[in-house]
Each structure stands twice: as structure tokens, then as C-alpha cells.
């Protein structure tokens, strides 16, 4: 099993960044999928970027594509999402997900495929 714990979430302007980070502890993330997920009042929790086991591919929701990064730092057991040109429609409560799955599996952005999750951290942009 793992424990994934979010953190670096907060309140900043549109057009500000945000690094969030999603720190693991018992299993290394080398043992599964990663995947971002956020969500809004009153909205399904949706899928926001991810990465893959190996760690060389990755997978970004349109809403984000060009504006977010998943990457991953073995050494430190911890998976970032950094968020640049943040507008306030990506103001939600975002989870990092852990999947077990193969070494060559593509990412899945189907938030049932997931197996582990973090408590979430929220993130608010303003106008």
C-alpha cells in the first residue's frame, strides 16, 4: 500500500503558479501510475494530468494542456504538478492517485482505475 499526502495548494491571482506536491510514503511511486485530479463544488471529481509508471509518458485534461506539468522525483518519493497561468475555473480541491498497473501501461484518466488517494488540497484563484 501507500500513503500519498498533498501539499502547496493555496489562494493566488489569475495568470499566478501554484506547485503542488504529493509526498508518498510506504511503496515508491515507481510501483504505480500517478494521476492529478481535482474537484469543484458541485461538480464530478475530474481528471487532470498524469503520469506513467515508467514515468515517460504523460497525459494533461485539454483544460490544462500547455499550462500544467506532472513530474515525479524518485529520490524524494514525491510527484509535483506545477500550475502556471492558473484562471479561476481551476479553482477546486485537487487529489493525487496512485494505480497499480504495469510498467508500459499508458495513463488513465478514469478516476475508477485508481487505487489510493490523498486527503486533497485546495487551490483558489481569483479574478
Known amino acids: 500500500q501507500v500513503q500519498l499526502v498533498e501539499s502547496g495548494g493555496g489562494m493566488v491571482q489569475a495568470g499566478g503558479s501554484l506547485r503542488l506536491s504529493c509526498a508518498a510514503s510506504?511503496?515508491?511511486?515507481?510501483?504505480?501510475?500517478m494521476g492529478w485530479f481535482r474537484q469543484a463544488p458541485g461538480k464530478e471529481r475530474e481528471f487532470v494530468a498524469g503520469?506513467?509508471?515508467?514515468?515517460?509518458?504523460?497525459l494533461y485534461a485539454d483544460s490544462v494542456k500547455g499550462r500544467f506539468a506532472v513530474s515525479r522525483d524518485s529520490a524524494k518519493n514525491t510527484v509535483y504538478l506545477q500550475m502556471n497561468s492558473l484562471k479561476p475555473e481551476d479553482t477546486a480541491l485537487y487529489y493525487c492517485?496512485?494505480?497499480?498497473?504495469?510498467?508500459?501501461?499508458?495513463?488513465?484518466?478514469?478516476?475508477?482505475?485508481?487505487?489510493?488517494w490523498g486527503q486533497g488540497t485546495q487551490v483558489t484563484v481569483s479574478s
Open positions: 503520469l506513467s509508471k515508467s514515468g515517460s509518458n504523460t
Open positions: 510506504g511503496r515508491t511511486f515507481s510501483s504505480y501510475a
Open positions: 492517485a496512485a494505480r497499480e498497473t504495469g510498467l508500459f501501461s499508458r495513463v488513465n484518466p478514469d478516476r475508477s482505475s485508481y487505487d489510493y
